[in-house]
């Protein structure tokens, strides 16, 4: 198990929260810009929120901070009570395989192996045996509709397909919070449709937390809390 380095009986309730958080980047020129401002949330266990925002409001900024992918100019991060900008990298890849599932807008699967072998990758890195995983990976492949495509490489995949094996991959660890960063963003109404009933499915059977960052409404308005970006800060909709 892993150490939870700082924690107090509130953070304790949440699964993901921030406190006080900046970001400032660096433009070409070197000028700073504040992406973010001041952001606090709390994700509750089983809680989905939305984050809409205009392009380049800082969804993608916030939700990588939010997974320990980032570090805060200013503020603190807790994922299940751990600061993950302060323990070692070992811990913090620890804490990001046992407890969170990442899907982004581009499933970012492995080109080389195939679907079976990237879901059940979490599971290899986690040390599991290989067997164990593999069967492991058929059963979430089976969850995701996608059985008869075990053996076949992402390039055979369709869009719809490949983005349900990256979330069959996400939350094969039963994350404690799902992080999707415009998971539906690439896809036709039909598959954006799948990829949404998905999502409450594994929220609903595992209770799994969700955060998402979406442009799309009928996306945001099925997540029990919608918060938006707007000049740096999170504002409710
Ligand atoms: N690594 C970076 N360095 C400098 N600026 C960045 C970097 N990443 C993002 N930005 C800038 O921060 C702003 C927010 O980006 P992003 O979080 O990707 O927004 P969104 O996901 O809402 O489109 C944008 O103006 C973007 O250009
Ligand atoms: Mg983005």
Do not use: W
């Not at 089983?46 to 916030?62: C, F, N, Q, V």
């Not at 503020?75 to 811990?91: L, T, W, Y």
Request: proline share 4%; aromatic share 4%; glycine share 6%.
């Amino acid at each position: 198990m892993l150490e939870k380095t700082t924690q107090n009986s509130q953070q304790e309730n949440f699964v993901i929260q921030c406190q006080n958080l900046h970001r400032i980047y660096n433009d070409a020129s070197g000028m700073p810009i504040s992406v973010l401002q001041d952001i606090n949330l709390c994700i509750k266990p089983a809680e989905m929120i939305a984050i809409t925002g205009a392009s380049g409001s800082g969804k993608t900024t916030l939700l990588q901070l939010l997974g320990g992918l980032d570090k805060p100019t200013q503020g603190e991060v807790f994922i299940d009570g751990a600061n993950p900008n302060k323990i070692s990298d070992n811990e913090l890849s620890k804490l990001r395989n046992q407890k969170l599932g990442f899907v982004y807008q581009f499933h970012h699967l492995i080109p080389e192996i195939s679907a079976l072998e990237n879901v059940s990758m979490p599971l290899f890195i986690a040390g599991i045996n290989r067997s164990e995983a593999l069967d492991r990976g058929k059963k979430i492949l089976q969850e995701v509709g996608l059985s008869t495509r075990e053996h076949h490489k992402p390039a055979k995949l369709s869009g719809g397909e490949r983005q349900r094996v990256a979330i069959a991959r996400a939350v094969i660890n039963k994350p404690l919070c799902l992080l999707a960063d415009e998971p539906t963003g690439n896809l036709d109404h039909h598959n954006a449709k799948k990829i949404i009933e998905l999502i409450i499915e594994f929220n609903t059977a595992y209770g799994m937390s969700v955060l998402l960052n979406t442009h799309d409404e009928t996306l945001a308005n099925k997540m029990h809390k919608v918060l938006s970006l707007q000049s740096a800060k999170l504002v409710t909709t």
